[in-house]
């Protein structure tokens, strides 16, 4: 059997319902200050295993609490693997107490069935062993032995088998039952006999001894009371005194000051963050520009290498040609540089535009203004911006012109190499006189006609030349054709106008994608949020006043001409590369190289225009580059000095999470001691009614009335004891002659108790009582000590060590019960009392042990499971 919970309603001090739940299995503890319930704990579960439910005997009746009521007892136990609720409530009213006992939830039994399995439950030994393992407070010379006597000799007979051996013969025990009769007449085996004269005089005893416990328990109550009412007015005078009160509205200031201080040290952490962003941004932007001036610079360089070089080769030999192919392939590369480039310094206008915008930013209230000024002063060239960038010519639209551009262009050059050409050499002495379309037509010139032409003999006829008819020709009308059609379905006559269309377009979407980048620069969380934070600032100004914002920046690169030069470079250079390829397929013809060389030439004069026009005056190109790089160690210093300021900020900021959680505490402080002496308040009112009460009842000349009383019948009472005494005595005499025989059936008990007092002494014997089956006689090395001369606290020791050994006797039997111990230590020192810790340890690892004490900081390390006391709704 091991208990579980415990609970308690109407017993002594608990009016309320209150429960120890979680008792483990091996060592548990509960350790609480004096007058706190735990000897009520432990009369209450003598009642429940003992005491009949029909029963109102003193122990019952001294369960009662002094406002009356009936009290109630419950615990919950397992036992041979089931679990077991067992509920006793008792009442003064004769037979109206009740009993009941619920195995898994289930009623198992009631009422008088209920008593019985109970009894089975605690036997052997046949009264219950709450002599033999319950200590009680105080208790060190095993006082109750003789309750529990014929149960220790059960229990001993049933284990050592010896009961025969123990009887000494049928004459000795007719001698013995002839001095029972005589005792019989006064006493049973349990108690007093009823009717009798030491039955009469108990009774009277008992009458007044319940009296004047009642009258000692209401004296006790007033002086409770009064002494309750006293801490109360202390505590009460504590928490009112002007320096203490002082002291608490001093510390919630305190920390409401740090905490103010954190809350402001974070906010510069926020603004030296976001100027270190604005300044990181602004150098990043930097960097792009001058990127950008670079490129620029670097291919109009190479476009006027590359021209110069294209007039090489086209006044060169046909040879040359694999070298201008080679160029082409090295425009071709410098123009995807470019583009990268473009793409690249778009990408970072944003960042830029919100940099240039943020740095004006000195102060939360006018960084914030600004923003919001800005932000409203963009919405109208978004809403164009957003307008243009849905127009134009896109990318894949312009890219299909150039195709078919460049399939013009290829066309024209393959009908100008098919063509015929015409050449005229004069007779010696002849001038010119041959007119080709109007002009002279000179000696060595050869002229091709893909078009036909007019040659005009003067004085003789004009001749007309007329084209051939080949595919070339059919190619370059389809391939016109074509491209007249693309042009018009984008309602544009020149190629011309639909790239300036597409570089609008460009730079619309640009300024769209800087516009709306510079929109969520300004305000993240939208333009509501911007108003709102404004309007949060402590004496910020009306937020739907917009104040004026002058902002300076300097002018943006043309990102979106560089991107469209580029482009256009990109498609020159593939179609001189188709030109070259065409012209070195060809025969090898001299006359096809030339018009591929003066193709080539055409194309690196258009790049170096665009080069020009997106760069323009190469000195000042290269004096704005100068600039810019001159401006980069002073943004480069101006990043570090932000990041030195937010290092410096963030190393410095106090712990804002401590700070509220002080400023909490302290205000909690304040609060709860408001609170408490209202409660004080409350109370002593209820206390100063109760004692009023109290004392309106002359209860102390009652109890010094009844005392008197109880002293002439407990003398009565005390001559009669001394009769049966004596007759017992006389049979005890008897007894001793059986003490050999009894001494086969003490061996089990001594082998249980002998370890466990050589953990106190080691050299230690016992001698045991055969009579009494309890110790009466300690020996350590050579002085022998009879029980009564040991000191308390040996004593107590020795009565734990016993009650042990009974324990792990009855759980060999496997009727195992708990072992409970009340304040049962309370003249142990601290040496012995580690080693009894030890021993109760070792003990509940075959034992359930309770142990009940008031001395919470001795028994601090004995271990084990921790109880507590609990009102139910608590729990609940």
Not at 372 to 398: H, I, N, S, W, Y
Request: proline share 3%.
């Amino acid at each position: 059997m091991k208990l579980t919970s415990i609970r308690l309603t109407n017993v002594r001090r608990f009016v309320d319902p209150v429960e120890i739940t979680g008792i483990g299995p091996g060592l548990n503890l509960l350790s609480a200050p004096n007058e706190q319930g735990k000897s009520t704990i432990f009369d209450a579960l003598h009642a429940l295993f003992f005491k009949d439910a029909k029963s109102w005997d003193k122990e019952v009746r001294a369960l009662a609490p002094h406002a009356g009521g009936d009290p109630e007892v419950e615990v919950e136990l397992t036992h041979q693997g089931s679990h077991f609720r067992i509920a006793k409530s008792f009442t003064k009213s004769a037979g109206k107490g009740t009993a009941r006992i619920w195995r898994e939830g289930t009623l198992l039994h009631q009422a008088d069935a209920a008593e019985a399995w109970l009894r089975d439950l605690i036997a052997p030994p046949k009264d219950g062993p709450v002599g033999m393992l319950w200590l009680r407070q105080g208790l060190t010379d095993f006082a109750d032995a003789k309750d529990t006597l014929e149960a220790r000799r059960d229990l001993m007979s049933s284990l050592s088998g010896e009961v025969e051996a123990v009887t000494g013969g049928q004459k000795m025990e007719r001698l013995r039952r002839r001095l029972r009769s005589d005792l019989d007449r006064m006493v049973t085996s349990r108690g007093a006999r009823k009717g009798g004269p030491l039955a009469e005089v108990e009774a009277r005893v008992a009458a007044l001894s319940e009296r004047r416990d009642a009258l000692t328990g209401q004296v006790a109550d007033l002086r409770q009371l009064l002494d309750q009412r006293q801490l109360l007015r202390r505590e009460q005078a504590e928490l009112a005194a002007p320096e203490e009160t002082a002291a608490r509205q001093s510390r919630l200031r305190h920390a409401e000051t740090a905490l103010a201080a954190a809350e402001r040290h974070r906010e510069q952490c926020e603004q030296a963050r976001r100027a270190l962003d604005l300044t990181v941004l602004q150098r990043d932007g930097q960097a792009a520009r001058i990127e950008t001036q670079t490129a620029r610079l670097a291919d109009h360089a190479r476009a006027a290498t590359a021209l110069m070089q294209a007039a090489e080769r086209r006044d060169g030999a046909a040879d040359q040609a694999a070298e201008a192919a080679q160029q082409l392939k090295q425009a071709e590369a410098t123009a995807a540089q470019a583009r990268d480039s473009v793409a690249r310094a778009r990408k970072s206008v944003a960042a830029a535009l919100h940099a240039q915008a943020a740095e004006q930013a000195q102060l939360r209230r006018t960084e914030l203004g600004e923003r919001l000024a800005q932000f409203d002063a963009r919405q109208t060239e978004l809403a164009k911006d957003r307008q243009q960038a849905g127009q134009g010519v896109d990318a894949d639209a312009l890219a299909q012109l150039e195709d078919l551009a460049q399939a013009v262009t290829l066309a024209q050059h393959a009908r100008a190499a098919s063509a015929a050409a015409l050449s005229v050499r004069y007779l010696p002495g002849r001038t010119a006189t041959l007119r080709l379309n109007g002009e002279n037509f000179e000696e060595g010139d050869e002229i091709a006609l893909p078009d036909g032409g007019e040659l005009e003999v003067p004085g003789l006829a004009t001749v007309t030349l007329h084209p051939a008819r080949s595919d070339a020709a059919g190619a370059l009308s389809e391939a016109e054709t074509a491209l007249a059609t693309a042009l018009g379905q984008l309602d544009f006559e020149t190629l011309a106008q639909a790239r300036a269309a597409h570089q609008a377009r460009l730079a619309a979407t640009a300024r769209l994608k800087e516009g709306e980048a510079t929109q969520r620069a300004l305000a993240p969380e939208g333009r509501e949020a911007l108003v709102s934070a404004i309007a949060a600032l402590p004496g910020g100004a009306d937020p739907q006043q917009e104040p004026e914002i002058t902002a300076t920046c300097d002018p943006l690169p043309d990102r979106t001409t560089l991107e469209a030069a580029l482009a256009e470079a990109e498609a020159v250079q593939t179609r001189a590369e188709a030109n070259l390829a065409k012209a070195r397929t060809e025969e090898g013809a001299v006359q096809q190289s030339a018009h591929g060389a003066l193709a080539e030439a055409k194309a690196a004069e258009a790049d170096l225009d665009r080069a020009t026009q997106a760069l323009g005056e190469t000195e000042i190109a290269t004096t704005e580059l100068a600039a810019l790089r001159a401006e980069m160690p002073a943004l480069e210093q101006s990043v570090t000095d932000a990041c030195a300021e937010d290092a410096r900020l963030t190393a410095a900021a106090p712990d804002l999470e401590q700070a509220r959680a002080a400023c909490q505490r302290a205000r909690s402080v304040v609060e709860t001691a408001q609170s408490r002496l209202q409660d004080l308040a409350r109370d002593l009112a209820v206390l100063d009614a109760r004692i009023s009460a109290h004392a309106s009842h002359a209860v102390e000349e009652e109890l010094a009335e009844v005392t008197d009383q109880l002293a002439v019948a407990e003398a009565r009472q005390k001559a009669l004891h001394f009769e049966v005494a004596t007759l017992r005595r006389l049979d005890q005499a008897l007894e001793a002659a059986q003490a050999g025989a009894q001494a086969q059936y003490l061996g089990p008990l001594m082998a249980e108790l002998t370890p466990l007092l050589r953990r106190l002494w080691p050299e230690a014997q016992v001698q045991v009582d055969a009579d009494s089956v309890l110790p009466s006689q300690l020996a350590r090395g050579a002085a022998e000590e009879q029980l009564t001369q040991l000191s308390g606290g040996t004593q107590e020791q020795l009565a734990l060590m016993v009650r042990l050994a009974f324990a792990r006797l009855l759980a060999k039997s496997g009727r195992g019960i708990p072992v409970i111990l009340d304040d049962a230590l309370v003249y142990t020192d601290d040496a012995r009392i580690e080693a009894l810790f030890d021993a109760l340890t070792l003990q509940a690892n075959d034992l359930q042990i309770l142990v009940f004490s008031c001395r919470q900081k001795s028994f601090r390390d004995l271990g084990g499971t921790s109880l507590a006391i609990r009102p139910v709704q608590a729990i609940a």
